[in-house]
């Protein structure tokens, strides 16, 4: 759970992980639980899109049903009204998504049956035109996230950048054929 002040042994352990992860077997996995953690989220999503594609390349979401993720990607991404948040900005879905979009079959289908609209996210694009969205959600029964989580999250922005820089690069030479 976050803690005000400055940098903890949580924090700490998050950037490990963040960049430790990459050469692991399931990349993400471990900095995605620990950043639910970290908020007090229950899951953590870090959604991939390589340059000129239209579907997600790589979704992971630790623990989470896989047939959800599959769902999303098949059904949901195109229609997904919480996308195109403002680069490296942190936003609520309730601060973001407002009106008709709250109706849409996405927020019908989807949200109601992953358990709501309490999600934190943040958008990088890279020059590459490689995309990564990180959204980070609570189940509907508890609070939803409040300004510390939104600047815990925030303060992870140019680490998370710089571990999709180096993972993009991985891909790209082949250090990464899994």
Do not use: N
């Amino acid at each position: 759970m976050v803690k005000a002040g400055g940098p903890t042994a949580e924090f700490s352990k998050l950037l490990a992980d963040l960049f430790g992860g990459l050469l692991t077997d399931t990349p993400w996995e471990d900095f995605l639980r620990g950043l639910a953690l970290y908020l007090d989220g229950t899951y953590a999503t870090l959604i991939l899109t390589m340059p000129g594609t239209r579907k997600p390349g790589t979704i992971v979401t630790p623990d989470a049903d896989p047939q959800t993720s599959e769902d999303y990607a098949e059904s949901f991404f195109a229609s997904d009204p919480f996308k195109g948040l403002p680069e490296g900005k942190v936003m609520s879905f309730s601060d973001f998504v407002q009106g008709a979009a709250r109706a849409s079959d996405f927020w019908r289908d989807f949200l109601e049956a992953a358990g709501g609209d309490q999600i934190l996210g943040v958008d990088l694009r890279f020059d590459s035109g490689f995309e990564a969205r990180l959204r980070v959600t609570r189940d509907r029964s508890r609070h939803d996230f409040g300004a510390a989580e939104r600047d815990a999250l925030q303060a992870l922005v140019p680490h998370l950048r710089h571990a999709i820089q180096l993972f993009e690069r991985l891909q790209a030479s082949g250090e990464l054929d899994r």
